[in-house]
Nanobody, 124 residues
Framework: QVQLAESGGGLVQTGGSLRLACSASGRTLGSVAMGWFRQAPGKEREFVATISPKGTAYYADSVKGRFTISRDNTAVTVYLQMNSLKPEDTAVYYC??????????????????WGQGTQVTVAS
């Protein structure tokens, strides 16, 4: 079975940076899109970024210019570099692997496998 595990979350001050990582095991995921979502208390899960198997990235407007998604297909790992963090970025961040038919998935139902999440807290 596919397993995804996020790491790298923590507490930072406004303007700081964090780098999240998501490692996959159980099967080869180098041929599918990967994504990051986040969920804050009382809010629905929100799309953050996605990256194609070839490295083409797409970002939510709220993080564009501040976050960078990347992947290492050999290691089956996806990263999210988060710079210029704001208090509104505070959330649990989830890594996800898309279905094989998804090209640039931005909806949660386009993803087949999910990690358990890592907490990111940005102090105001």
């Amino acid at each position: 079975q596919v397993q995804l595990a996020e790491s790298g979350g923590g507490l930072v001050q406004t303007g700081g940076s964090l780098r999240l990582a998501c490692s996959a095991s159980g099967r080869t995921l180098g041929s599918v899109a990967m994504g990051w979502f986040r969920q804050a208390p009382g809010k629905e899960r929100e799309f953050v970024a996605t990256i194609s198997p070839k490295g083409t990235a797409y970002y939510a407007d709220s993080v564009k210019g501040r976050f960078t998604i990347s992947r290492d297909n050999t290691a089956v790992t996806v990263y999210l570099q988060m710079n210029s963090l704001k208090p509104e970025d505070t959330a649990v961040y989830y890594c996800a692997a898309a279905t094989v038919w998804a090209n640039s998935p931005v909806e949660s139902d386009e993803y087949e496998h999910w990690g358990q999440g890592t907490q990111v807290t940005v102090a105001s």
